[in-house]
């Protein structure tokens, strides 16, 4: 059900104002979903949108929000220059069927750091353009769980966040210690962070954390610290993860940092899992994780299946491995041995060969073979081992004159989201014709069970 209130044509400098100021924030409506509350109001492409219950509209989290209840009054500004008033009612989080210009109806927020171990610092010149943007968004962090620094962070957007109800939000930490923090980050906002996540623990609101170590900065007793501090806001402070820093080779000009030794590892994984188990001991968590490449690095089994609890860091790495491993276990389990034999290529990061070498043995009983190889990655250096990375000139470059079986398999992780193409901007297509084979991106375990079946 809709309502309409009509104020007439507003031909003035006001009127052409708010036109101006609604495009210039890409609040205009850019399509309306056929059957939706919207459209049945009479809401058409390139109309306006001013305000929601009264309140403006600065992106898609107030406007998720305030469309979220039964009854919603839209203020409208039409494409013919007259403004309405529309009360809608529908259910409750029902969509109202909008769509914007961008996603997120505003610019995204650039990062304002300097962080001695930026990635993106440390790019080549060329690759996919996408690759060298900073993004340091609070919003892109509930949206699509980016991890954000929060430095950009005003009271007003503070205030924000806190009545909108942002959460679960995902929080770069990299030390609770305001000196070592603002030195990392080259931020003097930086070390503020203890403040803001006790603001937001305080009124309810939940984050998971991440820090990204680095030798001689971080670690020891600083690393001891963070891990307490972040403790002491649990439940808020959800869980967090530790990720090893990682090094390029393009480094001219940037803050001298090395990678961590396979003895360091070993150090850490030591004193993360009696931290774990002391925890535990006291929370139903572990709360404290480490990324598979601690692991990798150390030539050291990973932890079982269920000690990563629910994944809640599978975006840094932590639990990746075993969770690719565990769907492919389960959708094994439907599954009878094939007549005729088959045999797949696979082609991945360094660090994690070993593990799917053994893993991909559980499918021999299924007459399936999977022969693997790691990319050493030139492109980027190698000190980059995740698959992830692996570029389509070194995957090329590596693997000219094999014999592929049935196809090349790699991760889906090594192509763009929306397009197959590979970091330094080789296509898919082209890698396949360089090698000659068909290359499949493999997103899951249970992706890969279906592929190597059914190919």
């Known amino acids: 059900m809709s309502t309409k209130h009509r104020f007439g044509n507003l031909h003035t400098e006001w009127y052409n104002a708010i036109m101006e100021n609604m495009r210039r924030k890409q609040q205009v409506i850019s399509d309306v979903l056929s059957g939706s509350p919207a459209e049945l109001a009479g809401l058409q492409r390139g109309d306006a949108l001013l305000s929601i219950n009264g309140e403006p509209v600065i992106d898609l989290i107030d406007y998720e929000h305030l469309t979220a209840g039964e009854l919603v009054t839209l203020e409208i500004l039409k494409k013919n220059g007259e403004q309405e008033i529309i009360e809608l009612e529908k259910d409750d989080y029902e969509p109202l069927g909008l769509t914007f210009a961008t996603s997120l109806m505003d610019k995204m927020r650039t990062c304002k750091n300097h962080c001695v171990f930026c990635f993106i610092d440390q790019m080549p010149k060329g690759g996919r353009s996408s690759l060298h943007v ?15 620094t929060l430095t950009n962070l005003d009271e007003r957007e503070l205030d924000r966040v806190i009545r909108r109800r942002v959460s679960p939000l995902y929080i770069s930490l990299h030390a609770s210690d305001p000196a070592v923090r603002r030195a990392m980050m080259k931020n003097p906002h930086a070390g503020d962070i203890l403040p803001q996540l006790k603001r937001l623990a305080e009124v309810g609101l939940r984050f998971h954390l991440q820090i990204v170590l680095c030798p001689g900065l971080n670690d020891g007793d600083v690393l001891r610290r963070s891990i307490d501090d972040m403790l002491a806001l649990y ?98 389990e439907a599954r009878k041995p094939l007549k005729k034999p088959k045999r797949f290529f696979m082609a991945g990061g360094t660090s994690a060969y070993s593990f799917f070498t053994e893993s991909y043995k559980q499918l021999l009983p299924y007459n399936i073979t999977i022969d693997t190889r790691a990319i050493i990655n030139r492109f980027f250096g190698e000190s980059v081992t995740v698959g992830g990375l692996v570029t389509g000139g070194d995957l090329v470059e590596q693997l000219k004159g094999e014999e592929f079986g049935r196809a090349l398999l790699i991760p889906r992780a090594m192509l763009k989201a929306d397009e197959e193409l590979f970091l330094d901007g080789m296509s898919k297509a082209e890698a396949e014709s360089a090698l000659g084979t068909r290359i499949i991106p493999v997103a899951t375990g249970e992706d890969l069970v279906e592929i190597v079946f059914t190919e």
């Open 134 to 148: 900073k993004d340091d968004d609070w919003r892109m962090s509930f949206v699509m769980g980016n991890y954000v």
């Open 235 to 332: 439940p808020n402070a959800q869980s967090l993860a530790i990720v090893p820093v990682g090094l390029t080779r393009y480094r001219e000009g940037l803050t001298p940092l090395r990678t961590f030794t396979p003895e360091e590892a070993r150090a850490l994984i030591a004193e993360t899992e009696a931290k774990q188990r002391e925890i535990l001991s006291k929370l139903d968590t572990r709360f404290v994780f480490l990324a598979d490449e601690w692991y990798t690095l150390a030539n050291q089994t990973l932890p079982a299946y269920d000690d990563y609890e629910e994944f809640p860091q599978i975006e840094n790495g932590v639990g990746l491995l075993r969770l690719f491993e565990g769907e492919m276990l389960e959708a094994l």
